[in-house]
């Protein structure tokens, strides 16, 4: 696979799509870093002759990178165990929609949420049902069914045979096929902006009309913000809730923005985003809202200005 790469040269370029492959493994963006930085931490830290026996940096540190994931994924099982209330996973800005403010001159590693690409391996929902498989399938199925790696390269990082990751790959396409409903993106934007104007609005019976009966809403906050520790489910129950937070909220700004790469809600007060709401549309109403309230996910929106 090419020549033998070393030093910065060979594996600088190799960052966003690690970050990309790792934030898709876990849903965080913290811990895609993370698990970035220490597969580059265990690059940097071999001997200069063992790096030369590398023929290609950018394979090894994927399967380091995917074997730090898998670690990660096993030992999230227990921490979600303790999790206050539901885990969803950290929501993604698109830059573009906000006016920035940084300095050009400034130094340093892009923000790793700005290295993401915005597609729908890292939708809500997708994530969302990535987080039903176990460690193994996901690792699998990412990375051959959204990076179209070989499963000759997956069996190193699973250290299973190519033949087994091939079939926990296809467990997961369908748990995956069955939850995904092929339901067009179009509209969805019109749909979203009519929720916001009616939550602005506090029109109940515009929401309930704009929610699917059987919606579900779960909501994040982590215990570190107050929100429902279950899913609220039926449309005229979320829209009850969704009136409820706008009068206990005053002075609550909604702005529509991208979400993961669909159409969402930002929820800010007095310069602060409080709330990043995700939303599945299906025939035109709302089936699905993901809102995530802890702070701590919300970290790659706080760069954002007015």
Same mark, same amino acid.
Request: glycine share 8%; with cysteine; net charge neutral.
């Given at each position: 696979?090419?020549?033998?790469?070393?030093?910065?040269?060979?594996?600088?370029?190799?960052?966003?799509?690690?970050?990309?492959?790792?934030?898709?493994?876990?849903?965080?963006?913290?811990?895609?870093?993370?698990?970035?930085?220490?597969?580059?931490?265990?690059?940097?830290?071999?001997?200069?002759?063992?790096?030369?026996?590398?023929?290609?940096?950018?394979?090894?540190?994927?399967?380091?990178?995917?074997?730090?994931?898998?670690?990660?994924?096993?030992?999230?099982?227990?921490?979600?165990?303790?999790?206050?209330?539901?885990?969803?996973?950290?929501?993604?800005?698109?830059?573009?929609?906000?006016?920035?403010?940084?300095?050009?001159?400034?130094?340093?590693?892009?923000?790793?949420?700005?290295?993401?690409? !915005?597609?729908? %391996? &890292?939708?809500? #929902?997708?994530?969302? *049902?990535?987080?039903?498989?176990?460690?193994?399938?996901? +690792? /699998?199925?990412?990375?051959?069914?959204?990076?179209?790696?070989?499963?000759?390269?997956?069996?190193?990082?699973?250290?299973?045979?190519?033949?087994?990751?091939?079939?926990?790959?296809?467990?997961?396409?369908?748990?995956?096929?069955?939850?995904?409903?092929?339901?067009?993106?179009?509209?969805?934007?019109?749909?979203?902006?009519?929720?916001?104007?009616?939550?602005?609005?506090?029109?109940?019976?515009?929401?309930?009309?704009?929610?699917?009966?059987?919606?579900?809403?779960?909501?994040?906050?982590?215990?570190?913000?107050?929100?429902?520790?279950?899913?609220?489910?039926?449309?005229?129950?979320?829209?009850?809730?969704?009136?409820?937070?706008?009068?206990?909220?005053?002075?609550?700004?909604? !702005?529509?923005? %991208? &979400?993961?790469? #669909?159409?969402?809600? *930002?929820?800010?007060?007095?310069?602060?985003?409080?709330? +990043? /709401?995700?939303?599945?549309?299906?025939?035109?109403?709302?089936?699905?809202?993901?809102?995530?309230?802890?702070?701590?996910?919300?970290?790659?929106?706080?760069?954002?200005?007015?």
């Amino acid at each position: 696979m090419g020549t033998a790469r070393t030093g910065v040269d060979g594996t600088a370029g190799e960052r966003r799509r690690l970050i990309n492959v790792a934030y898709r493994l876990l849903g965080s963006v913290t811990e895609a870093e993370d698990a970035v930085q220490d597969a580059y931490a265990r690059w940097y830290g071999l001997p200069r002759s063992r790096q030369e026996e590398i023929l290609s940096p950018g394979a090894w540190l994927t399967t380091v990178t995917g074997r730090i994931c898998l670690d990660l994924l096993g030992s999230a099982r227990a921490r979600r165990e303790r999790y206050v209330g539901a885990w969803l996973p950290e929501p993604l800005p698109d830059r573009t929609e906000w006016e920035r403010t940084d300095d050009p001159g400034a130094t340093g590693h892009a923000d790793p949420a700005d290295q993401i690409v !915005l597609d729908e %391996s &890292v939708a809500m #929902a997708f994530l969302v *049902v990535l987080e039903t498989m176990t460690p193994a399938e996901r +690792v /699998a199925f990412v990375l051959h069914d959204v990076f179209r790696y070989p499963f000759a390269e997956i069996a190193d990082v699973l250290q299973r045979t190519p033949a087994a990751c091939k079939q926990l790959a296809a467990s997961a396409r369908r748990r995956v096929s069955a939850a995904r409903a092929a339901v067009p993106s179009t509209g969805r934007a019109d749909v979203v902006r009519q929720v916001k104007e009616a939550w602005e609005t506090k029109d109940i019976a515009a929401l309930v009309g704009l929610l699917n009966p059987a919606a579900v809403m779960t909501a994040d906050g982590g215990g570190l913000a107050g929100t429902v520790l279950r899913p609220v489910e039926g449309g005229t129950r979320i829209a009850q809730y969704m009136i409820a937070i706008a009068d206990k909220a005053p002075g609550l700004e909604l !702005l529509q923005r %991208s &979400v993961n790469g #669909a159409p969402g809600l *930002v929820a800010r007060r007095a310069g602060v985003v409080m709330t +990043v /709401a995700s939303f599945d549309v299906s025939d035109g109403r709302i089936t699905r809202i993901w809102a995530i309230r802890n702070p701590q996910k919300l970290r790659p929106w706080t760069r954002e200005t007015n």
